[in-house]
């Protein structure tokens, strides 16, 4: 009886520290693809800069759009 209900904790507590384990590493892929995506954002952003930069163009800072100067 007493065997029984150490396995049944020890299952319990298994389960737990799985859930847990797997928690952690959901937030962790979270914060990967926010990070990612930052840094997609940015490339985009220097790269529309640098082909603006090309045409001759200039950002305007309020709308973000690029016009002739």
């Given amino acids: 009886m007493i065997a029984k ?9 298994g389960i737990w520290l799985l ?3 797997l928690g952690k ?3 962790q892929n979270k914060e990967i693809q ?6 997609a954002q ?3 952003q220097k790269h529309a800069e ?8 200039e950002q305007d800072p309020e709308t973000g759009d690029f016009k002739e100067k």
């Fill in 5 to 13: 209900l150490f396995v049944l904790v020890a299952a319990l507590g």
């Fill in 19 to 21: 859930v847990k384990m």
């Fill in 25 to 27: 590493i959901g937030q």
């Fill in 34 to 39: 926010m990070r990612r995506q930052k840094e």
């Fill in 42 to 44: 940015i490339k985009a």
């Fill in 50 to 57: 640098r082909e603006a930069d090309i045409i001759d163009l």
